[in-house]
């Protein structure tokens, strides 16, 4: 079992930049596929990207590629979100989460292990 704890969030301006930080309990985080989802307010959880234990990653494409990078850190236990070029549109809860499947699943069933979120306001 892993519990996920993230930080990073807060208040930027548009076209600034977060790094989002989750932070993993447990001795095998290496092994854990690990994702960010995001949850704006009346809107269904959107996956944002997804790495696995060898560093293979996917992104959702449409709207992030190119402005979204996530990265691990194996030692620390923990995985990133570089977030640039936000947009008012970005302001959301991000959201941590982990599985042990190898899939790179970009839905949130595919995930057993969820943090509590961080919040990102973005003005315009």
């Known amino acids: 079992q892993v519990q996920l704890v993230e930080s990073g969030g807060g208040l930027v301006q548009s076209g600034g930049s977060l790094r989002l930080s989750c932070a993993a309990s447990?001795?095998?985080?290496?092994?854990?596929?690990m994702a960010w989802f995001r949850q704006a307010p009346g809107k269904e959880r959107e996956f944002v990207a997804a790495?696995?234990?060898?560093?293979?990653?996917?992104y959702n494409a449409d709207s992030m590629k190119g402005r979204f990078t996530i990265s691990r850190d194996n030692a620390k236990n923990t995985v990133y979100l570089q977030m640039n070029s936000l947009k008012p549109e970005d302001a959301a809860v991000y959201y941590c989460?982990?599985?042990?499947?190898?899939?790179?699943?970009?839905?949130?069933?595919?995930?057993?292990?969820w943090g509590q979120g961080t919040q990102v306001t973005v003005s315009s």
């Open positions: 447990g001795r095998t985080f290496s092994r854990y596929t």
């Open positions: 790495i696995s234990w060898i560093g293979t990653t996917t």
């Open positions: 989460a982990a599985d042990l499947r190898v899939a790179l699943s970009t839905t949130p069933v595919g995930y057993q292990y």
